[in-house]
């Protein structure tokens, strides 16, 4: 069993609002969750008004299907959102 984590970092640029970033975060949170029947959660940063933290965990039995479904919520997360994408990882861990 191999279990994936992406963690993804946006800055949000001219947001002035928490309201604001909960509203990007949970429409974004949503998008991945739907396609991709992954875990998504906010993490880190959470007061911060311009710096979005996500981590996108998955679980599977093939290490290569793992990477590639992370690294198409990956692609389709920067082509979703409209603030700039700062920092990505992924991590495969075996279990």
Do not use: W
Not at 8 to 35: A, C, M, P, W
Not at 38 to 57: G, H, K, N, R, W
């Amino acid at each position: 069993m191999f279990i994936g984590v992406l963690n993804v970092e946006f800055t949000l640029h001219g947001n002035d609002s928490l309201k604001g970033k909960r509203r990007i975060s949970n429409s974004l949170k949503q998008k991945v969750r739907n396609k991709f029947n992954v875990s998504v959660a906010e993490i880190d940063s959470q007061d911060i008004l311009d710096l979005l933290s996500l981590a996108v965990v998955s679980v599977s039995n093939d290490q290569r299907h793992l990477r590639s479904r992370l690294d198409k919520c990956l692609l389709m997360m920067e082509a979703v959102c409209p603030e700039e994408m700062t920092y990505s990882d992924i991590e495969i861990f075996g279990a």
